[in-house]
């Protein structure tokens, strides 16, 4: 199983993730972290991934391979997090086959409706649980 993880800004929301996420799945599951800047990738190296990338050619063509793709809701919003998440990068994650485990942060230009207010903390913990109960289960 492939599991990539997208993030931008900074990294840290992922970073999160990762850490958490971090020795409860199965030791061959392939883990690869794409920034869509390099704070984000140095971010994600930090966090303990081995394999990372950075930019827009990165996330379109890793997200073609991912088994399960977790990151911001930004990362399938054209033109979110400030402009990186470019329309190719979003349409790239959007349209893969993978499954979307997407955090629900904020995005200036987007409003969730029906979508629980949960602090960051929060969110990382369940994205983390959920990355662990699924490759637990390989569904």
């Known amino acids: 199983m492939r599991i990539v993880f997208i993030d931008g800004m900074g990294g840290g929301l992922v970073a999160q993730v990762i850490s958490?996420?971090?020795?409860?799945?199965?030791?061959?599951?392939?883990?690869?972290?794409?920034?869509?800047?390099?704070?984000?990738?140095?971010?994600?190296?930090?966090?303990?991934?081995?394999?990372?990338?950075?930019?827009?050619?990165?996330?379109?063509?890793?997200?073609q391979t991912a088994d399960i793709i977790v990151g911001p809701i930004g990362i399938v919003l054209p033109n979110a997090m400030l402009g990186e998440v470019t329309p190719r990068m979003a349409e790239a994650v959007a349209s893969s086959r993978a499954r979307k485990l997407l955090l629900p942060v904020s995005q200036s230009h987007f409003e969730f409706?029906?979508?629980?207010?949960?602090?960051?903390?929060?969110?990382?913990?369940?994205?983390?649980?959920?990355?662990?109960?699924?490759t637990s289960n390989k569904n």
Do not use: F, H, Y
Not at 35 to 49: D, E, I, V, Y
Not at 113 to 134: F, M, P, T
């Open 20 to 63: 958490q996420a971090a020795g409860r799945i199965p030791a061959d599951t392939e883990l690869i972290g794409l920034g869509t800047n390099a704070l984000a990738t140095a971010a994600m190296l930090k966090a303990g991934l081995k394999r990372v990338a950075t930019g827009e050619n990165a996330v379109c063509v890793t997200a």
């Open 113 to 134: 409706i029906g979508v629980e207010n949960k602090s960051i903390g929060v969110l990382v913990k369940e994205a983390a649980e959920k990355i662990v109960e699924i």
